[in-house]
């Protein structure tokens, strides 16, 4: 079957690193997605991954490794913005190339 | 100007109504979707369409109906509201190439409360 998961919240400090983990199982996978969604707003795309390996785009990076089913989100240099819930999707090619969500991750920033 | 746009932004109704929630998008993107999401889990996909005569049924599509009216013009239907259908809803478009990343655009939401 299909399933994403994610932790439920985290928390950071002001400044720091944080990495966020999301493993997959689907069928036929297409492609990994990272959006951020701030409280009752809409979600905002981040990153993209398709091959193994490390994307980097600005403070945030995201890793996605095939065969270990397995991706992280990196934010450096943490700020009170950055507060939000992360969400992680799949592509999947047995479902007609539509998007598999997890249910995200909410990362608290404190000072 | 918002390229994805949702009305209504909140709406109360009461169980047994027929609601609408209508999206519009100038983005130009032929794909667009109908998603719901609930505390702690997921967005689920309801609808989505590839283009004007390409409508497709998505995870959850029991008890909702989609029309889509032009190319940037899509709407959910509630034909019988429920409570278990309140929920926070979100159109949202796509470009139409499947080889490259294609994010979706998600429109503002709409808060839906059935009483």
């Known amino acids: 079957g299909q399933n994403i998961d994610q932790p439920t919240e985290m928390t950071a400090t002001e400044g720091a690193i944080v990495q966020i983990n999301c493993t997959y199982q689907t069928s036929g996978f297409n492609g990994l997605f990272w959006y951020q969604q701030h409280a009752g707003e809409a979600p905002t795309f981040l990153s993209y991954n398709v091959l193994d390996g490390l994307e980097e785009k600005g403070r945030f990076s995201s890793f996605l490794s095939r065969s270990k089913g397995y991706s992280y989100l990196l934010l450096k240099e943490l700020q009170m913005k950055d507060s939000a819930s992360y969400l992680c999707a799949v592509r999947d090619r047995t479902s007609n190339y539509q998007l598999i969500w997890g249910a995200g991750t909410k990362l608290i920033i404190k000072p | 100007d918002a390229d994805v746009t949702q009305t209504p932004r909140n709406r109360i109704t009461k169980t047994g109504k027929r609601i609408m929630l209508e999206c519009s998008q100038t983005?130009?993107?032929?794909?667009m979707y109908w998603y719901r999401q609930d505390p702690g889990l997921g967005l689920r996909l309801i609808y989505y369409s590839f283009d004007v005569k390409d409508i497709n049924k998505g995870e959850i599509s029991d008890g909702y109906s989609v029309s889509r009216q032009a190319q940037a013009k899509f709407s959910l239907s509630l034909e019988s509201a429920i409570p278990n259908q309140t929920a926070l809803y979100f159109c949202?478009?796509?470009?139409?190439?499947?080889?490259?990343?294609?994010?979706?655009?998600f429109g503002p939401g709409t808060r839906l409360t059935v009483l």
């Open positions: 983005k130009g993107h032929d794909r």
């Open positions: 949202a478009t796509s470009d139409l190439e499947q080889g490259v990343g294609n994010e979706q655009f």
